[in-house]
T-cell receptor, first 113, second 112 residues
Framework: SQKIEQNSEALNIQEGKTATLTCNYTNYSPAYLQWYRQDPGRGPVFLLLIRENEKEKRKERLKVTFDTTLKQSLFHITASQPADSATYLC????????????FGSGTRLLVRP | EPEVTQTPSHQVTQMGQEVILRCVPI?????FYWYRQILGQKVEFLVS????????KSEIFDDQFSVERPDGSNFTLKIRSTKLEDSAMYFC??????????FGPGTRLLVL
């Protein structure tokens, strides 16, 4: 069955540094990959989508890369701020003509002032 | 900016009771979904709905679950006879096409 792995340990960084989060997957060929932010007790908030034929996407301080050979996506937040502290979820979709999103367990990011 | 809304925000029920969770998707969206997240676990897909019918469902979505779009704006999830293990956060999502899904704030369901 499909498996998605995100850093299980929390990522603790200093304000102003770049945070890099990893999403690895197996047994699946997604048509696209999405990153969401989730705060405690809240719903996932969409951040970025990258398709299988795209290598990199940027939006303001966010950058996503997608390597379908390595089956990996990297999510970067540059010039991180304490307000970026949250759990970041990787979600795969579009494989096997399916509409559903398959989520990773998320990586908790803590940005220290 | 348009948002998905869900009611109620919290629901406490007794085991065996029926619950209905309500969602108002974003108005021009065509695809609707329910997901759930048990405390401390991953977000899990339950069901997708398009053109007034279920397009896909997971193994979790058994005969105790049903979905309905009773009018042009609401999308509901019904659990006929709740179990303790149904306690979770339930998220509704909607999308224009099949890609980017926008999630609501969730309903926290507690089954006692």
């Amino acid at each position: 069955s499909q498996k998605i792995e995100q850093n299980s340990e929390a990522l603790n960084i200093q304000e102003g540094k770049t945070a890099t989060l990893t999403c690895n997957y197996t047994n699946y060929s997604p048509a696209y990959l999405q990153w969401y932010r989730q705060d405690p007790g809240r719903g996932p908030v969409f951040l970025l989508l990258i398709r299988e034929n795209e290598k990199e996407k940027r939006k303001e301080r966010l950058k996503v890369t997608f390597d379908t050979t390595l089956k990996q996506s990297l999510f970067h937040i540059t010039a991180s701020q304490p307000a970026d502290s949250a759990t970041y979820l990787c979600a795969l979709g579009g494989g096997d003509s399916s509409y559903k999103l398959i989520f990773g367990s998320g990586t908790r990011l803590l940005v220290r002032p | 900016e348009p948002e998905v809304t869900q009611t109620p925000s919290h629901q406490v029920t007794q085991m065996g009771q029926e619950v209905i969770l309500r969602c108002v998707p974003i108005s021009n969206h065509l695809y609707f979904y329910w997901y759930r997240q048990i405390l401390g676990q991953k977000v899990e897909f339950l069901v997708s709905f398009y053109n007034n019918e279920i397009s896909e469902k997971s193994e979790i979505f058994d005969d105790q679950f049903s979905v309905e779009r009773p009018d042009g704006s609401n999308f509901t999830l019904k659990i006929r006879s709740t179990k303790l293990e149904d306690s979770a956060m339930y998220f509704c999502a909607s999308s224009v096409g099949v890609e980017t899904q926008y999630f609501g704030p969730g309903t926290r369901l507690l089954v006692l």
